[in-house]
């Protein structure tokens, strides 16, 4: 589908969410245990609902992400609102420069996760992202979390005016902000194949 062919930018930023989320699922990028992407549009969030991957393994439509602004806690009351979502609003109204979201379970990063360990980029197109660092541990869906991981996103400046930067929750996934979606996706599967080449590599040595 064309892009900009949509009059309504919230329907055409959900049709681009929708898309980019059963892709990732088919690369093992998103997993059916949780996970959740968004998008800025305008002074909204748009963000995937809760149980996107549990109860619809990431098939999502246009119509089942929810929106609302972004200066504002509203959304925190809707019952539909990914638990995980807190870190997104907070990335946004830190990071003028960020415009799209995506925390993942991602498969080959879930190994450094589980370690809390960093991920050095060892591939030529993961320079720019330099290393993804591991945010201090704090529970899951927590304020301190999300406040953790802006403080590490806002610091790698430069990743970000590349395309994006990302951060490690510890025993969790990953949280990758992006100038947009697409740019957010990308670093994902980079930074995966990058996690990937490190893991391979001690087979290797
Ligand atoms: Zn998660």
């Given amino acids: 589908m064309a892009k900009n062919s ?9 049709i681009e969410l929708a898309e980019i989320a ?8 998103l997993d059916m245990a949780g996970g959740n992407l968004s998008a800025r549009c305008g002074e909204n969030i748009v963000i995937s609902p809760r149980y996107a991957g549990s109860k619809k393994h990431w098939q999502l439509k246009p119509e ?7 200066d504002s806690d509203d959304l925190l009351e809707d019952p539909r ?24 379970h991602a498969f080959h990063v879930l190994p450094f996760a589980a370690q809390g360990k960093p991920i ?3 591939l030529e197109g993961t320079q720019k992202f330099g290393t993804v ?3 201090p541990y704090a529970p899951t869906q927590s304020a301190e979390l999300a406040a953790n991981a802006v403080q590490l996103l806002k610091v790698q400046e430069g990743a970000l005016r590349a395309q994006a930067a990302a951060v490690i929750l510890p025993t ?26 490190l893991i391979a590599g001690k087979l290797l040595d």
């Fill in 22 to 29: 059963r892709r990732m699922f088919d690369r093992k990028l």
């Fill in 81 to 104: 609102f990914s638990r995980e979502g807190k870190a997104h609003l907070a990335i946004y109204r830190t990071l003028p420069i960020v415009n799209g979201v995506i925390h993942a």
């Fill in 172 to 197: 969790h996934g990953i949280l990758i902000a992006g100038k947009d979606i697409w740019a957010a996706a990308d670093a994902l599967e980079q930074i995966d194949w990058n996690a990937w080449c």
């Fill in 133 to 135: 660092p591991v945010a």
């Fill in 6 to 14: 949509h009059p309504d930018p919230s329907l055409e930023v959900r």
């Fill in 64 to 70: 089942d992400f929810i929106e609302g602004r972004i």
């Fill in 120 to 122: 050095p980029p060892v």
